[in-house]
T-cell receptor, first 116, second 112 residues
Framework: DTAVSQTPKYLVTQMGNDKSIKCEQNLGHDTMYWYKQDSKKFLKIMFSYNNKELIINETVPNRFSPKSPDKAHLNLHINSLELGDSAVYFC???????????????FGAGSRLTVL | DQQVKQNSPSLSVQEGRISILNCDYTNSMFDYFLWYKKYPAEGPTFLISISSIKDKNEDGRFTVFLNKSAKHLSLHIVPSQPGDSAVYFCAAGFQGAQKLVFGQGTRLTINP
């Protein structure tokens, strides 16, 4: 009964292929995200959806297309994979933290994508 | 243009001693800050947060200090335990916005 689960955990594929990563959360959160951890280890936001509506798109190439069929799911489809897409992709969902007002994200375990 | 930076990639501390992890930021408009802990092959997990109107927040062995004039925050872990060995990320955000800006993480190793 993992709170945020994403599949697959590992993905190795050839350049030019199309692949998808799926994410589901059972926390009842309204907002879901995709973050990318690059080679320099920074976690950078890619997309954010609130109740199935896209609210953040951080200048991600059009080859990346998120899809949210309902507020518990946010999938990431990547077309024409490039070497530079190799990274760890984290799905997350969030709620407001009562004491600090912080937007607290709960992350999945990550999906390591390797493009050869 | 990284707004949140953790300049120490790694830190090694003896069990029982204090661990101090540091984080610097450039945007004085951030409304809150968070620390996350990450074990290998797992996602980051929330540890502690602090509002920008405070200078200290404590939760058990974990205390976060915020120095707004220096645009610096730190996480203190006392006493350090072997289970604290992980990568620690600091993050910052704005009220009303979903986006969090993360640093690149510091790997903490607690030695017995």
């Amino acid at each position: 009964d993992t709170a945020v689960s994403q599949t697959p955990k590992y993905l190795v594929t050839q350049m030019g292929n199309d692949k998808s990563i799926k994410c589901e959360q059972n926390l009842g959160h309204d907002t879901m995200y995709w973050y990318k951890q690059d080679s320099k280890k920074f976690l950078k936001i890619m997309f954010s959806y609130n109740n199935k509506e896209l609210i953040i798109n951080e200048t991600v190439p059009n080859r990346f297309s998120p899809k949210s069929p309902d507020k518990a799911h946010l999938n990431l489809h990547i077309n024409s994979l490039e070497l530079g897409d190799s990274a760890v992709y984290f799905c997350a969902s969030s709620q407001r933290h009562t004491s600090s007002g912080a937007n607290v994200l709960t992350f999945g375990a990550g999906s390591r994508l390797t493009v050869l | 243009d990284q707004q949140v930076k953790q300049n120490s990639p790694s830190l090694s501390v003896q069990e029982g001693r204090i661990s101090i992890l540091n984080c610097d930021y450039t945007n004085s408009m951030f409304d809150y800050f968070l620390w996350y802990k990450k074990y290998p092959a797992e996602g980051p997990t929330f540890l502690i947060s602090i509002s920008s109107i405070k200078d200290k927040n404590e939760d058990g062995r974990f205390t976060v200090f915020l120095n707004k004039s220096a645009k610096h925050l730190s996480l203190h872990i006392v006493p350090s335990q072997p289970g604290d060995s992980a990568v620690y990320f600091c993050a910052a955000g704005f009220q009303g916005a979903q986006k969090l800006v993360f640093g690149q993480g510091t790997r903490l190793t607690i030695n017995p």
